[in-house]
Nanobody
Framework: QVQLVESGGGLVQPGGSLRLSCAASGFVFSINDMRWYRQAPGKERELVAGISAGGGRTNYADSVKGRFTISRDNAKKTMFLQMNSLKPEDTAVYYC???????WGQGTQVTVSS
């Protein structure tokens, strides 16, 4: 069955960096587009970034452009989200999403606070 397991979240000070990972199994990772979403307390889940199956095309929410970078390693069946210059408003649970079939991971908490 499809499994998406996020890791790498934590507590970081404003201006700091984190790298999230999403380990995928149960499907052919290399032919599927993937996304990162996030959900802050009291807010709707929002799209953060997306990446095509081969990694050649990416897209970002305006709020993270220039600070976040999405990437993937198809040989390791893993997707990444490098987050730099973090702000308190980036605090949220971050989710890995498989578009085909609408599968979600369990999420990883990112807290940006001094």
């Amino acid at each position: 069955q499809v499994q998406l397991v996020e890791s790498g979240g934590g507590l970081v000070q404003p201006g700091g960096s984190l790298r999230l990972s999403c380990a995928a199994s149960g499907f052919v990772f290399s032919i599927n587009d993937m996304r990162w979403y996030r959900q802050a307390p009291g807010k709707e889940r929002e799209l953060v970034a997306g990446i095509s199956a081969g990694g050649g095309r990416t897209n970002y929410a305006d709020s993270v452009k220039g600070r976040f970078t999405i990437s993937r390693d198809n040989a390791k069946k893993t997707m990444f989200l490098q987050m730099n210059s973090l702000k308190p408003e980036d605090t949220a649970v971050y989710y890995c999403h498989l578009i085909n079939g609408n599968y979600w991971g369990q999420g990883t908490q990112v807290t940006v606070s001094s």
